[in-house]
């Protein structure tokens, strides 16, 4: 986090709300229960927002097949209420059971001042969010599902023939590397806005809520980027798949040692002209064999000036088998000898400072 203000106080979420809808059924399609090119139907309660004066909307009808792509990206592009709720109705049934999923998701990440209680963010006193969530939330899905962020780039689309809807996004094409998120707004939301670009191999998220106008909470997110952008730097620490320096113990292990390796680059955001020490730490340092090579191996702490930034998933290199039966006697003779050593070593000393 390079800069944060009033990051836990709560405040409507207005449309910030679909990227939790997106999440959700991203996730389905993870698991192989859904795919992009599964077609969802247009609810009751969604055809009821197409028609419905004030709102962000597809227009969708209950005659179209759409599929769940294109339902993000109506959500995405022109923020689309309707497609929203179809595909909480498709997943859950109806909202209520959709909203206990989007809650569930948001127990996972650790959002914990958040409260869901609908799949489009349309007004309700009950569905609260945070800064510092909404930022938890935003980096997950772009690190898992970047499709979200082809939705969220596209600058308009056509939602029917001959009608064209235009991102709410302003930021498009003129900030150099934004290319998403999502913006929202209600009368009791005010102006919000997740914002995110990349530049070279950094890339910043920023969360702006309940600003006075659209106009503001660009401005504002611009402000935030080019604070990340021109007054820090990036710092190269670990490549992907290469072995760090600490080796992780394999008591049982036919190599009692074992080489991890993250399987993503490492880098850190440092401010520039400030002395800066970055350290690593594995938070695990014993396990169990037998282990396959790609093997989870526990996390590795990054720290900067005495606090973890970043925890960091490990994997074992190669393959550990367990010790076979000599083995494990060969170690338990040599043990027993070292102890023998380092007892007689002791006896020795003792009876010398004897004679001193």
Known sequence: ????????????????????????????????????????????????????PGL???YL??????????????????????AAVAVGDFIGGDETAFAHM?????????????HYVNASGLQ????????????????????????????????????HPGQYGYSYDKLLGQYNGLDGLKTGSTDQA???????????????????????????VFQDTVTLLDFGFLQHHAYNLQSQGVPIAQNVSVPNGSATTLAVAPNQNVSVQLPNGVSSKVTTALSDTSVKAPIKQ?????????????HVVEQIPVYAVTDD??????????????????????????????KIHKYI
């Not at 989007?102 to 958040?114: D, W, Y």
């Not at 367990?322 to 007689?344: C, D, N, P, T």
């Open 1 to 52: 986090v390079l800069y944060a203000k009033n990051v836990l106080a709560r405040h409507y979420p207005a449309s910030i709300v679909k990227l939790m809808t997106s999440l959700v059924a991203l996730e389905l399609v993870k698991q192989g229960k859904l795919t992009l090119n599964t077609i969802v139907p247009v609810s009751q309660a969604a055809y009821q927002v197409a028609r419905t």
């Open 56 to 58: 962000s909307v597809a």
């Open 61 to 82: 009808d209950q005659s179209e097949r759409i599929t769940l792509s294109k339902m993000l990206e109506y959500m995405f592009v022109v923020s689309a209420d309707d």
């Open 102 to 114: 989007m809650n569930q998701e948001a127990r996972k990440l650790h959002m914990n001042g958040t």
């Open 124 to 159: 309700d006193p009950n569905e609260y969010s945070n800064a510092h969530d909404i930022a938890l939330l935003s980096q997950y899905l772009i690190k898992n599902f970047p499709i979200v962020l082809k939705y969220a780039s596209e600058p308009g689309m056509y939602t």
């Open 190 to 216: 005010g102006y919000c806005f997740v914002g995110t670009a990349k530049r070279g191999h950094t890339r910043l998220i920023s969360v702006v809520l309940d600003t006075s106008s659209f106009n503001n």
């Open 294 to 306: 790609g093997q989870a191996l526990g996390v590795e702490n990054v720290i900067v000036n005495g």
């Open 321 to 350: 088998p367990q010790a076979g039966f000599v083995e494990k006697i060969w170690r338990s003779i040599m043990s027993s000898l070292h102890s023998g050593a380092r007892s007689l070593v002791h006896a020795m000393t003792d």
